[in-house]
C-alpha cells in the first residue's frame, strides 16, 4: 500500500498541479491512497465545497484543512455533509464538522486519516497531545491503519508530537509552514515522519503568495492584499510504504513533481 501525502494546495496553481499528477499517479501504480491539505485552495484562503469536489474527483481520497478552514464562510455550513473532508480534531468541540474519518479501501483495510493543529504561535485550540491520546484510547478501531497531520508553525513542536506519538500510529506528517523538510524518517518504534510536507503551488513566492506584495508588507508593515503567485509550480509531499500484511511502514520518500 503506497500513501501520498500531500503538502498545502495553494490557490488554482496548486490544483492545476495536483489535477495534473494524481491522475496519473494512480493509473500508474505509484500511489494507491491520496492525503491532501487544502486548506489554502481556494485563492489562498480556505476550500469550498465545490473544490473539495473537484479534489475528490481527480483521485484525493481524504481532504483535510488548518487553521484557515473557515476563510470561506460556507465551509461552516457545508462541511458536515463532506465525509472525506476532516478539520483539526483539537478545535471547539462545538464547532461542525469532524477532526478524523475512516476509509475502508479493498484488499488492505481501514485508513483512519487524524488532523491535529498545534499550538506554538497558531490560534487557540485544545492539547494536541491529550486529544489524540483520547481519540486513540476510544475512538478509533483497533485494526485501523492511522496517519495523523500535525499543522503547526514549529518545527520543534512537531518533532516532540511525532515522537509522542511514535509507534502508535502508522505516520505523523507536518503541514501549515509550506517548506518541505528533509527529515523524511522513520522514527525509532517505527511511525514515518515529516516535519512539512510542503507546498503544491507556485513556488517562485512567499509560501505561495506573491514575493512583492509580502516584501511590501515586511518593509512597510501596511495592510497588503496578498495574491496567490503564479510561476515555478510543484505538488510536494511523501509517498509512504505500507507492508500490506503488517500494515507497518516499510519506507518514507519526499516528492516534488514540477509541473511547469
Ligand atoms: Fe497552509
Ligand atoms: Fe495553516
Redesign the pocket.
Same mark, same amino acid.
Not at 503541514?175 to 509550506?178: D, I, L, Q, W, Y
Given at each position: 500500500m503506497k500513501i501520498l501525502m500531500v503538502g #498545502?494546495i495553494v490557490g488554482s496553481p496548486g490544483r492545476r498541479a495536483f489535477t495534473r499528477v494524481i491522475p496519473e499517479m494512480k493509473a500508474a501504480g505509484k500511489v494507491d491512497f491520496v492525503v491532501v491539505?487544502a $486548506?489554502?485552495s481556494a485563492g489562498g484562503r480556505g476550500c469550498t465545497t465545490s473544490i473539495a469536489e473537484e479534489l475528490l474527483d481527480v483521485g484525493a481520497d481524504v481532504i483535510t484543512l488548518? #487553521? %484557515?478552514v473557515w476563510d470561506q464562510r460556507e465551509m461552516v455550513k457545508e462541511i458536515d455533509m463532506l465525509e472525506r473532508v476532516i478539520r483539526p480534531a483539537n478545535l471547539a468541540q462545538t464547532c461542525p464538522g469532524r477532526g478524523h474519518v475512516s476509509v475502508e479501501v479493498d484488499g488492505f483495510g481501514l485508513i483512519t486519516v487524524i488532523m491535529m /493543529?498545534g499550538r506554538a504561535f /497558531?490560534k487557540p485550540c485544545e492539547c494536541p497531545f491529550r486529544a489524540i491520546d483520547s481519540l486513540l484510547k476510544d475512538q478509533i478501531p483497533d485494526s485501523s491503519l492511522i496517519l495523523c497531520e500535525i %499543522?503547526a $508553525?514549529a518545527t520543534a513542536e512537531k518533532v516532540i508530537y511525532g515522537r509522542y506519538v511514535d509507534g502508535r500510529v502508522g505516520a505523523v506528517v507536518g =503541514? %501549515? =509552514?509550506?517548506v518541505q523538510t528533509s527529515d523524511d524518517r522513520l522514527l525509532p518504534l517505527g511511525t514515518a515522519y515529516i516535519t512539512d510536507l510542503g507546498m503544491t503551488g507556485p513556488k517562485d513566492s512567499a509560501i505561495g503568495r506573491d514575493l512583492a506584495s509580502c516584501t511590501d508588507m515586511m518593509i512597510t508593515g501596511m495592510p497588503t492584499r496578498f495574491e496567490v503567485a503564479k510561476n515555478d509550480v510543484s505538488l510536494e509531499g511523501v509517498i509512504i510504504e505500507f507492508d500490506d500484511k503488517t500494515r507497518k511502514p516499510l519506507s518514507i520518500q519526499r516528492v516534488r513533481e514540477p509541473i511547469d
Open positions: #498545502d491539505n $486548506e489554502n488548518g #487553521d %484557515h /493543529m /497558531m %499543522h $508553525e =503541514t %501549515h =509552514t509550506h
